[in-house]
């Protein structure tokens, strides 16, 4: 049998490099969307495992780009595609009443909507028995958030649950893995260096996750440990 692959939609730094990073140890063939032609870890990555890991450039919000990412996986199966991709910025921790419209479309288009159509352009390419899933955030829980605040962000990744669950809930997708991930809060560009969590400890969890979530049809919000996530 081949060396099953995996699509990992932003793995150039972060959580994303670190999944890819994961996988490749595994035995896994990875391919890897990076943003523009700046050199990243991934690119790294690729020049230590040649053949193993592949690096393609992907703008989410760019249609032309998506298509263009299709037809360069036209004639490949897939075993897991894993959108990891999406924004997090300063005014999407802000209170809604002070972000001006432009931004809220950007954060909804960059963490709900782009993701969506990633998934629904190469949805056809992962086999049967595999993995569609997207990295999402505790933030995104209704029932979670009692505190009230980071309502921009919180807004696009509930969005982003609900489109999945809509996606996944449809008649010819019932037989197929679906995984929200909500990893906690990590030592990342995006959560700063005050989080609990490092990337090194965190990619293994998620990456088991990820990779073993194949066995069960149907939709999982998850954390890091593997519980489940109130919607």
């Given at each position: 049998?081949?060396?099953p692959?995996i699509?990992?939609v ?5 959580l994303?490099?670190g999944?890819?990073?994961e996988a490749?140890?595994?035995g896994?063939r990875?391919?890897?969307t990076v943003?523009?032609?700046a050199?990243?870890?991934?690119h790294?990555l690729?020049d230590?495992?040649p ?5 393609a450039?992907?703008?989410?919000t760019?249609p ?5 990412l299709?037809?360069r996986?036209?004639?490949?199966a897939?075993?897991?595609l894993?959108?990891n991709?999406g924004i997090?910025t ?5 209170r809604l009443?002070?972000?001006d419209a432009?931004e809220f479309e950007?954060v909804m288009?960059?963490n ?7 998934i629904?352009a ?8 595999g ?5 999402s955030s ?5 029932a979670g958030?009692e505190?009230g ?10 969005a982003?649950?609900m ?7 449809r008649?010819?997708?019932k037989?197929?893995?679906f995984?929200?991930l909500?990893p906690?809060w990590i030592?990342t560009?995006?959560?700063g260096d005050?989080?609990?969590y490092t990337?090194a ?6 990456a ?18 593997g ?5």
């Amino acid at each position: 049998m081949p060396d099953p692959t995996i699509v990992i939609v932003g793995a150039s730094r972060g959580l994303g490099l670190g999944i890819a990073t994961e996988a490749v140890a595994r035995g896994w063939r990875v391919t890897g969307t990076v943003r523009g032609d700046a050199r990243t870890g991934l690119h790294d990555l690729a020049d230590a495992h040649p053949g193993r890991v592949e690096v393609a450039t992907l703008d989410m919000t760019a249609p032309d780009q998506i298509a263009a990412l299709r037809q360069r996986l036209d004639d490949r199966a897939i075993d897991v595609l894993f959108v990891n991709a999406g924004i997090a910025t300063r005014e999407a921790f802000a209170r809604l009443e002070t972000v001006d419209a432009a931004e809220f479309e950007r954060v909804m288009l960059t963490n709900a909507y782009a993701p969506m159509r990633v998934i629904a352009a190469l949805a056809d390419r992962v086999r049967a028995g595999g993995l569609i899933g997207a990295m999402s955030s505790g933030q995104g829980s209704i029932a979670g958030n009692e505190r009230g605040d980071n309502d921009v962000y919180r807004a696009s990744k509930a969005a982003l649950n609900m489109l999945m669950r809509s996606y996944a809930a449809r008649p010819e997708q019932k037989d197929r893995a679906f995984l929200l991930l909500a990893p906690g809060w990590i030592r990342t560009d995006l959560g700063g260096d005050k989080a609990p969590y490092t990337i090194a400890d965190s990619a293994p969890l998620l990456a088991d996750l990820i990779l073993d979530g194949r066995r069960d049809p149907g939709l999982a919000f998850l954390d890091r440990s593997g519980k489940a996530v109130a919607w």
